[in-house]
């Protein structure tokens, strides 16, 4: 029974290029967050998706950033035009329902040189 | 907004019990979680409370909940080098979208 799934595990980008993120939930659920862990940080919240809606996307940056999670395929986090302080850790986590149990990815570590 | 804080470090010896802390400030907070990081690694769940619980054990971990106080403890019992980590304590809000608030992190050191 496989567990969260993310891809790339480790992503190297130069400014101003694009980054992508996938992550693909655990069997069966259908809740998918994204969370960004900065240096020496906890994790911070990011945005809320269930298959083809954002619910909540209240801790995304205003430009820059978006998420989706298509009817078909994993959720992608996407980060374009990448500036040295989007550095960081980002996981991904997932859930049944909405308030259950969230399961972690081993997250996707990104450096901006 | 929610709130979360935990100690940054405990250093205790193996075969020692470990208490890591962490406080919070929404009373409507439903569930409470700890989660252990590894080095480059992920979040493992470790286990959770309910908030109408006060106390959940499992195994060597002990959940030790005062709503009162909005004061989550995590005990374990007979620390192992194998549990050194970073130990995140994490609250969901009732009537929210479950979105979990993280404190810091607690750095566990177990010395041999």
């Known amino acids: 029974n496989a567990g969260v799934m993310q891809n790339p595990r480790h992503l190297v980008r130069r400014r101003g290029q694009e980054a992508r993120l996938r992550c693909s939930p655990m069997?069966?659920?259908?809740?998918v967050y994204w969370y960004r862990q900065l240096p020496e940080e906890g994790l911070k919240f990011m945005v809320y998706?269930?298959?083809?809606?954002?619910?909540?996307e209240s801790g995304m940056p205003k430009e820059r950033f978006s998420a989706e999670f298509p009817k078909e395929g994993p959720s992608i986090l996407r980060i374009q035009q990448v500036v040295r302080g989007d550095s960081a850790a980002y996981f991904c986590a997932s859930s049944q329902g909405r308030e259950d149990t969230q399961y972690f990815g081993p997250g996707t570590r990104l450096t901006v040189l | 907004g929610e709130d979360v804080e935990q100690s940054l470090f405990l250093s205790v010896r193996e075969g020692d019990s470990s208490v890591i802390n962490c406080t919070y400030t929404d009373s409507s907070s439903t569930y409470l979680y700890w989660y252990k990081q590894e080095p480059g690694a992920g979040l493992q769940l470790l286990t959770y409370?309910?908030?109408?619980?006060d106390m959940k054990q499992d195994q060597r971990l002990t959940v030790l909940l005062n709503k009162k106080d909005k004061h989550l403890s995590l005990r374990i019992a007979d620390t192992q080098t194998g549990d050194s980590a970073i130990y995140f304590c994490a609250a969901a809000l009732s009537g929210n979208t479950g979105k979990l608030i993280f404190g810091q992190g607690t750095t566990l050191q177990v010395k041999p």
């Open positions: 998706l269930q298959k083809e809606n954002i619910i909540d």
């Open positions: 409370i309910f908030s109408n619980m």
């Open positions: 069997k069966g659920h259908s809740h």
